[in-house]
C-alpha cells in the first residue's frame, strides 16, 4: 500500500499569512494526487485535483504543486474561512490513502 | 440540487451487522464510480471501498474485505454498503462520495456522513 504522510500534523497561522502543507508518498504516485478540505460537522470538500489544478469555485489563494513523491498545498493571503483540516489523497492505485490531515487554526 | 444523504449507521454490538444507505440526487448516479469513505474518531480519512457505475467492479481496502459489501441501486439512485462482523475499529463517520472522471477520480460529491459506533 502507499502511505500518504502529511506535514505538520497541525499549525496555526494569521490571517493573511502564506501557508504550506506538504504531503509524501511512499512510492511515486505520479501526478494522481489530491486535496480536500475538512470542517467539523461538514461534508469534506475537494480542493485541488491532479496535483495541480484548482476546482472550479476554489480561491484562486489554494494552489498545488508537486510529482512523484513530493506535493504541497499552498494558501495565499489565509483568510478566516480557511479554517479546519486538509488531507492529501492519492489515487495512484488500490487502495487509495489519504495523509493523515493537517489541522489548520486561525490565530 | 446535487446531493447525497447518508443513512443507517447507529451503535451496534461488536460482531454485529448494520447497513448504511446513500441517497443520491442532482446528478446522473448511474453513470458515477461511487465510494464510501470514513472518519474514525481523532483519525484522518480512510478510503473504504468503491463500486463502479454499474456495479461490476468493487475494490476495498484491506482491513474490510470479507466483512463488508458495497452494492447499488441505479433505479433507485442508491448507494449502500452492508457491514458484518463488526468491530471497535469500524467506529466512525461513513460518508459516501462521489468520484469523478472529470476530476481525475477525485470525489467531488460528499454527503454529511452518518456515524456508526461500535461498542458493547
Known amino acids: 500500500d502507499i502511505q500518504m504522510t502529511q506535514s505538520p500534523s497541525s499549525l496555526s497561522a494569521s490571517v493573511g499569512d502564506r501557508v504550506t502543507i506538504t504531503c509524501r508518498a511512499s512510492q511515486s504516485i505520479s501526478n494522481h494526487l489530491n486535496w480536500y478540505q475538512h470542517k467539523p460537522g461538514k461534508a469534506p470538500k475537494l480542493l485541488i485535483y491532479a496535483t495541480s489544478t484548482l476546482r472550479s469555485g476554489v480561491p484562486a489563494r489554494f494552489s498545488g504543486s508537486g510529482s512523484g513523491t513530493e506535493f504541497t498545498l499552498t494558501i495565499n493571503s489565509l483568510q478566516p474561512e480557511d479554517f479546519g483540516t486538509y488531507s492529501c489523497q492519492h489515487r495512484h492505485s488500490y487502495p487509495i490513502t489519504f495523509g493523515q490531515g493537517t489541522r489548520l487554526e486561525i490565530k | 440540487e446535487v446531493q447525497l444523504v447518508e443513512s443507517g449507521g447507529g451503535l451496534v454490538q461488536p460482531g454485529g451487522s448494520l447497513r448504511l444507505s446513500c441517497a443520491a440526487s442532482?446528478?446522473?448516479?448511474?453513470?458515477?464510480?461511487m465510494s464510501w469513505v470514513r472518519q474514525a474518531p481523532r483519525r484522518g480519512l480512510e478510503w473504504v471501498a468503491n463500486i463502479k457505475p454499474d456495479g461490476s467492479v468493487k475494490n476495498y481496502v484491506e482491513s474490510v474485505k470479507g466483512r463488508f459489501t458495497i452494492s447499488r441501486d441505479n433505479a433507485k439512485n442508491s448507494l449502500y454498503l452492508q457491514m458484518n462482523s463488526l468491530r471497535a475499529e469500524d467506529t466512525a463517520m461513513y460518508y459516501c462520495?462521489?468520484?469523478?472522471?472529470?476530476?481525475?477520480?477525485?470525489?467531488?460529491?460528499w454527503g454529511q456522513g452518518t456515524m456508526v459506533a461500535v461498542s458493547s
Open positions: 442532482g446528478f446522473t448516479f448511474s453513470d458515477s464510480w
Open positions: 462520495a462521489r468520484d469523478h472522471v472529470v476530476y481525475a477520480d477525485a470525489s467531488d460529491i
